[in-house]
């Protein structure tokens, strides 16, 4: 079950980034199923019970998302207030006879889309969260990130030999014929290039965290209290056949990163990794042999960097034509928010609601406001906006939580979840990478493991012991 779990969130990737009907709907099927096979047992030894610890936080991120979600469809009942598309269902009376009844929702059909893979994220959370209770599923759920990162990045590349990047499969990006001589950033697997520098970053961090985590088999040895698993260890000892492979993919990754040319994707992951390198770092600067092995790292990713940073990352920083564009957009959002602030216009709703107000100046037709919470709020409307971001931080806070009380042999998984979703949802930000389902999938997988692994149980109770062994 933990494999099958595993191999469809992270290869969730591949087709184009599950963001066509054709991708996702078959994986929220999959989701569906599995959940309904770990609330058995199956897969899990305690499959979905909830410990006392962690029951007001998961009774409250419970209620938040059932609220989220029937609001989500009270948009499209006709029992709701008339809203601020009330008007276009009165221009489609006068103008074809008859209409449907004034709904908030000005696309139900999209936001029956958008309500499937909500509910799908919050399966994956949960799911997650049952399987990775033991450590060891947790640490693969990592090296699952990172193998998909690599086959992404890899794939990014070989089209960028082949086809100069402007090819996804035979999805051509571009608007217009193709000939050789033109160029596309680099994108791997997903069409957007921001998407794709969002994938890579969180890949980097899961490679960092496997590279900074103890071992498993001296993680399993009983120390003396104050005696660390670190203390008086060689680099030597410490670079093993596993983390040779993860320094090989470090470059990978990161070249890939920095062929996007993404500024937000780059800066989100270098908050990211460093969010990480404080969390695993706390305290441990007393151990020589933990710094030099950080140092190390961090002196690698600095190489890497300042040997691949191309000409398009500068270029595109300086340029700042995408910029003014996303400014309009954000301010024909705020529009949209005004003209209806408390019901919305219905999750899906953004991109009818924005053809209605588009600026002349932009002639390319837009469905994203670049940036995701603006648009949560665009079509949440401010009531259930606030619950459906609490959905998000209360998870993120859990895993910084873990992160900050847990014992340092069990530290590195919550922190690596905290930074593996923080760099998708600060790039949000910005972009609307969180959106993409292969994207929205691994970060709800990582906050379930994140979750899962803040609440071990040596930290439930100080007056109980048990051997390390049977630690989860």
């Not at 571009?174 to 001589?181: G, Q, T, V």
Request: charged content about 15%; aromatic content about 10%.
């Amino acid at each position: 079950m933990v494999a099958f779990f595993l191999a469809v969130v992270m290869l969730a990737a591949v087709p184009m980034g599950a963001n066509r009907d054709w991708a996702w709907a078959p994986l929220c099927t999959l989701f569906g199923l599995m959940a309904i096979a770990v609330a058995c047992g199956i897969g899990g030894r305690r499959g979905l019970a909830v410990a006392e610890i962690e029951r007001r936080p998961l009774l409250a991120l419970t209620c938040l998302f059932l609220f989220m979600l029937a609001f989500a469809l009270w948009q499209m009942s006709a029992l709701a207030p008339l809203a601020g598309d009330a008007w276009l269902f009165r221009r489609a009376a006068e103008i074809l006879g008859s209409a449907h009844a004034p709904i908030p929702a000005v696309a139900a059909d999209l936001a029956r889309n958008s309500l499937l893979r909500c509910i799908a994220c919050g399966l994956v959370f949960l799911i997650a969260r049952a399987l990775c209770r033991d450590r060891n599923q947790a640490r693969w759920l990592l090296i699952a990130l990172a193998a998909s990162g690599v086959l992404v990045v890899a794939y990014g590349l070989a089209m960028q030999v082949s086809t100069n990047a402007c090819y996804v499969g035979t999805y051509l990006k571009m608007h217009h014929e193709f000939s050789e001589k033109q160029y596309c950033l680099m994108s791997g697997t997903f069409v957007n290039s921001n998407s794709f520098a969002c994938y890579a970053g969180m890949s980097v961090i899961a490679v960092i965290a496997l590279l900074l985590s103890g071992e498993r088999k001296r993680s399993q040895t009983s120390y003396s209290y104050g005696y660390g698993e670190d203390d008086d260890r060689r680099f030597i000892d410490w670079l093993t056949g596993a983390r040779v492979a993860q320094l090989a993919a470090l470059p990978l990754l990161l070249g890939g990163l920095l062929f996007s040319a993404s500024r937000a994707g780059l800066a989100a992951t270098a908050i990211g990794v460093c969010a990480f390198g404080f969390l695993i770092t706390r305290g441990r600067w007393k151990s020589q042999s933990y710094f030099a092995r950080a140092l190390f790292v961090g002196l690698a990713i600095s190489v890497v960097v300042g040997l691949i940073a191309g000409e398009a990352l500068i270029a595109k920083f300086a340029g700042a034509d995408d910029t003014w564009a996303r400014l309009r957009i954000w301010q024909t959002s705020l529009q949209m928010i005004a003209l209806s602030p408390w019901l919305g216009w219905g999750l899906g709703g953004f991109a009818d609601a924005y053809a209605i107000l588009q600026p002349g100046s932009i002639l390319q037709p837009n469905d994203l406001a670049h940036s995701t919470p603006l648009e949560v709020v665009v079509e949440l409307g401010v009531l259930a906006a606030l619950p459906a971001f609490a959905v998000v931080l209360i998870p993120w806070s859990v895993c910084l939580r873990g992160a900050l009380k847990r014992r340092f042999a069990q530290r590195y998984l919550p922190a690596a979840a905290f930074a593996i979703a923080g760099v998708p949802i600060l790039h949000s930000t910005v972009d609307f990478s969180l959106q993409m389902p292969a994207i929205g999938f691994v970060v709800s997988a990582s906050l379930g493991m994140g979750w899962a692994q803040a609440f071990g149980r040596r930290d439930r109770g100080q007056e109980h012991f048990v051997a390390e062994r049977e630690i989860g």
